[in-house]
């Protein structure tokens, strides 16, 4: 695992990678402002918080806390939502990523299976969705534990973890593999897939780390399939 994203960051500065690295700098910081405009929109402009959870206490401590911090807490609404809609932009560089990672660490492997962008906008648009709409249902979570330890910090990389480290194996596994032999592999190794979605997440919420973050999760995926993909093939020998 510390090898895996170990050689991913080692491999930021390579020239094969250059291009990526910016790509994937000038989409995470547009998708950053995005979110932020339509959670500082949802949160002073709409009532798109006004549930009636908790016989409207939630709508309360949100109106309270929006009264109070303002700015403060449409930051903190985007750094939670930012690692979800963040994985848009995976499909537009996963493949150049990829190649370039591959032609460095791992010359002798055969063409891909032909992903097409279709299977891969699929798996993105999936695990996407799934994760905006699970982080907003967490909200509430989020909010009413937000000054009472880090309870919401467990809930936010638990979820996220788990939908990440799934997110970028499929997109990386399935370059190379069925369906069903990348599900075969992902049972395998789920614990470290999951933990592997946890770095990811907790690098996504690093400051300007997390602009390049995908790019890193991208490289570090593709190392981690390979060495799961030889472990399984060394003891099917």
């Known amino acids: 695992m510390i090898s895996a994203f170990s050689r991913a960051f080692g491999q930021l500065s390579d020239k094969s990678l250059r291009k990526v690295v910016w790509i994937g700098l000038a989409g ?4 950053f402002v995005i979110v932020w405009l ?14 009636g959870w908790l016989f409207g206490v939630f709508d309360w401590i949100v ?7 303002g700015g403060v807490l449409v930051m903190i609404a985007t750094w939670f939502l930012f690692p979800a809609v963040v994985t848009l932009i995976v499909s537009f560089f996963l493949e150049p990523a990829a ?11 055969p063409e891909t299976r032909g992903q097409d962008l279709k299977e891969v906008l699929r798996i993105t648009l999936k695990f996407t969705g799934l994760s905006i709409l699970l ?3 967490a ?12 309870l919401n910090l467990f809930v936010f990389y638990g979820l996220n973890g788990y939908l990440l480290g799934r997110e970028y194996f499929e997109l990386i596994a399935h370059r190379r593999m069925e369906p069903l032999q990348a599900t075969h592999l992902r049972g395998a190794f789920q614990g470290q897939m999951f933990l592997a979605g946890v770095i ?12 390049i973050a995908p790019v890193i999760a991208t490289a570090a995926m593709l190392h981690l399939v390979q060495n799961w993909r030889n472990r399984i093939d060394a003891v099917n020998k």
């Open 139 to 150: 909200l509430p979570i989020y909010v009413v534990f937000f000054f009472l330890g880090p």
């Open 135 to 137: 982080n907003i249902l």
């Open 63 to 69: 109106e309270k806390l929006t009264d109070v911090f």
């Open 28 to 31: 995470s910081l547009s998708i």
């Open 200 to 211: 990811i997440t907790f690098l996504m919420t690093i400051p300007v780390v997390n602009l």
């Open 38 to 51: 339509a959670i500082g929109f949802a949160l002073f402009q709409t009532d798109l918080f006004s549930t």
């Open 99 to 109: 190649l370039a990672v591959e032609k460095k660490h791992y010359p002798d492997l």
